[in-house]
């Protein structure tokens, strides 16, 4: 499961790089790159950080020793 969430951020980190790339391209006012910018900013802040917290959720919220909840190995 933490491949495929790994997988998902590396294909959401793509796809918003080439978003910017776009929108640095276009023939548009400081204004509307500002606000594009931001508001792109703010999408990829919401899909990518709650794959990050349970990439990382496992390793904060497991005692040492306990079993992992994917593995089932320490």
């Not at 997988?7 to 080439?18: A, D, V, W």
């Not at 594009?36 to 020793?65: D, F, H, K, N, V």
């Amino acid at each position: 499961m933490r491949q495929v969430r790994e997988g998902l951020i590396h294909e959401l980190e793509e796809l918003y790089r080439s978003a910017f790339d776009r929108i640095s391209d276009q023939d548009l006012g400081e204004g509307a790159i500002a606000r594009l910018t931001q508001l792109l900013l703010r999408s990829r802040e919401a899909a990518i950080t709650p794959l990050q917290e349970e990439i990382e959720a496992p390793l904060i919220t497991r005692a040492a020793g306990e079993p992992g909840p994917e593995t089932g190995t320490p």
